[in-house]
């Protein structure tokens, strides 16, 4: 699937690898049992970690390895199941996740500026002409009612601006 980053295709340097597999050199992406169970040995990686996240797990249990990961993949398994935006805003807002935060699974590109607000900076999208709908869907709106940690004011912080 096409990585779509900052509204256009982008090349992933991240290899995904299975459970049990040997860890090649460069960036990888790993299961949350892996980068649980072995979590020492990851410690002591000369490179980038990232981890498949699923949605159905508390990313409280990241807390501590956050320092170490680079990337944080969350999953949309269908378009009606959002728990991926909370988690999301946890790790951004709550546990200061600096690194990438990727969407994969069924990532729409109606959705997507929530995701961005949400704070996915990363998108897996079934096809590479979707980019360009994906760059316009972040500039559909300037102003927002609900505030996020995505750095956008909200109208009632444009309204006090304005009254000086």
């Known amino acids: 699937m096409p990585l779509v980053k900052s509204g256009a295709v982008a ?8 459970d049990g597999a040997p860890l090649p050199d460069g960036p990888v992406i790993i299961s949350a049992d892996r980068l649980l169970a072995e979590q020492g040995t990851l410690a002591a990686r000369n490179g980038e970690i990232g981890v498949a996240w699923p ?13 170490r990961l680079s990337l944080v993949a969350l999953a949309f398994p269908k378009f009606r199941d959002g728990r991926a935006y909370s988690q999301a805003r946890l790790l951004r807002e709550r546990y200061g996740f600096k690194g990438e935060l990727r969407a994969t699974g069924n990532v729409l590109r109606d959705q997507l500026l929530m995701m961005a607000r949400a704070g996915f900076d990363g998108f897996e999208v079934e096809k590479a002409a979707d980019a360009a709908a994906f760059a316009q869907a972040l500039e559909s709106y300037s102003l927002f009612y609900q505030p996020t940690g995505d750095g956008r004011r909200t109208v009632a912080a444009a309204r006090r601006a304005a009254e000086g």
């Open 55 to 67: 949605n159905g797990r508390d990313v409280a249990e990241l807390q501590p390895l956050l320092g």
């Open 11 to 18: 090349a992933d340097p991240f290899t995904a690898v299975a």
